[in-house]
């Protein structure tokens, strides 16, 4: 066997370890929080490896009955507590409060969505919980934040959808404000929460030791998303109108009607890419029209670009008319149902629909794994867990509980 063989097996080995490891292995979270924006934040977590406990009344997690459902079984609720595992506790009684703070000391990461205040009131305030672990993380996620006058109202998702400006800028200018047709608010303080835990793990590692407090609104992230608005505003008074699907700043950019009466989206806001466009449907005349000779000019004449383009794609079935398009290099794409996603072979090829077995549905299939990672990617192991399956194994490690604690505290409602 030659000298090196040894020393090459054991850096393959060493290789195969650090790929298969998940980058926030170690990372204890337990999760307080309800319905959505705070477990979808987690999931996030869970996807990468960190051990996230799901905390719900022992009644269940109203998630669990929210949505659509199989054979009594909360669909939802499957994939936003993926990865996880599950324990009971009623917060309503001191010795489920004792067990947050026990379990507080030997974990990283505290995430929940409670009204401001109630958790003080609990005696589990961050600074109750920090107290017995200076390095612990604390998420919340509330409606309108920890502070400022707004603060103790409640606030969900749709409510956050409307104060932070979306529904404003969203539907026709003629119509009612549209609110999103999913959990856009949750779902935007989810993406917010999760970078904001990852930015705190980083600054206690990185030295300080120290953990602090998040304070996720959930009208925040949505109005950060609104771009170029508030400066419009602000610079120029401007407060833009709904559009449609059209954009205040590009032209052209909307759904289209084909002639097969199926939709299609199309964006030509570089010069060239609006001239492929115009070109690959058969209306090359707007390319000479001074009405759309660039973008600003585009916009101001926005109405009648988009009729223009509706009159050529009248003329096109969808498949010649993406097909041209696509030749072309110009921008455009099928308005995909959620049937079409899951039978395009680009979303299987990229692997952005995963199947998981679950205990109680089978074989489940959901969103994959996002962001991707080449060296350590995400993984989804498992389907949201039945209610309390993991209380012995959690209560027995994280708080040091036996068999016979265990049963007292079940008889007593705590678990």
């Known amino acids: 066997m030659p000298a090196g063989h040894d020393d090459e097996v054991r850096r393959e080995d060493s290789s195969a370890r650090q790929q298969s490891r998940l980058p926030l292995e170690g990372i204890r979270v337990l999760d307080l929080s309800n319905l959505l924006a705070g477990p979808m934040m987690t999931m996030y977590l869970a996807d990468f490896g960190a051990d ?11 998630m669990r009955l929210w949505g659509r459902s ?14 996880k595992r599950a324990i009971t506790l009623n917060l309503g009684t001191e010795q489920g409060r004792d067990l947050v703070r026990r379990m507080a000391a030997r974990i990283d990461v505290v995430v929940e969505s409670f009204r401001p205040g109630t958790l003080e009131r609990w005696g589990l305030g961050y600074e109750d919980l920090r107290a017995g672990n200076d390095r612990l993380i604390m998420a919340r996620v509330s409606g309108f934040g920890q502070d400022g006058p707004y603060a103790p109202r409640p606030g969900f998702g749709t409510v956050a959808e409307a104060f932070g400006g979306y529904a404003a800028i969203s539907g026709f200018e003629d119509r009612q404000p549209l609110l999103p047709a999913f959990g856009l608010g949750d779902a935007s303080t989810a993406i917010h929460g999760a ?25 925040d992230g949505l109005l950060t998303m609104l771009g170029s608005h508030v400066v419009d505003y602000d610079q120029l ?52 029209d001074p009405r759309f000779s660039d973008n600003r000019h585009r916009i101001d004449n926005a109405v009648a ?17 993406l097909q041209r398009l696509w030749s072309a290099g110009a921008a455009a794409g099928p308005v995909n149902d959620v049937a079409d996603i899951l039978d395009d072979p680009h979303v299987a090829a990229r692997k952005n629909i995963v199947q998981v077995d679950d205990d109680e549905l089978g074989p489940v299939r959901m969103q994959g794994v996002v962001p991707r990672l080449g060296r350590t990617p995400g993984r989804v192991s498992t389907a949201g867990p039945t209610k309390g399956r993991h209380n012995a194994e959690i209560y027995g490690s994280w708080a040091e509980l036996d068999e016979h604690e265990l049963e007292d505290l079940s008889r007593a409602g705590v678990i």
């Open 195 to 219: 970078y904001a835990t990852l930015l705190a793990l980083y600054e206690r590692d990185l030295g300080s030791g120290l953990g602090q407090c998040i304070d996720l609104a959930l009208y």
């Open 305 to 321: 670009l988009d009729a223009e383009l509706q009159a050529a794609l009248d003329r096109l079935s969808t498949e010649d008319a």
């Open 70 to 83: 199989k054979d009594g079984v909360g669909l939802f609720f499957k994939v936003i507590n993926r990865n």
């Open 237 to 288: 008074g401007v407060i833009e109108p709904r559009m449609g699907g059209r954009l205040a700043f590009a032209s052209p950019r909307n759904t289209y009607r084909t002639a097969d009466g199926d939709w299609i989206a199309m964006a030509g806001s570089t010069q060239a890419t609006f001239e492929r466009t115009a070109r690959a449907i058969g209306a090359e005349h707007l390319v000479s």
């Open 52 to 62: 996230v406990v799901k905390v719900e009344h022992p009644r269940g997690d109203e």
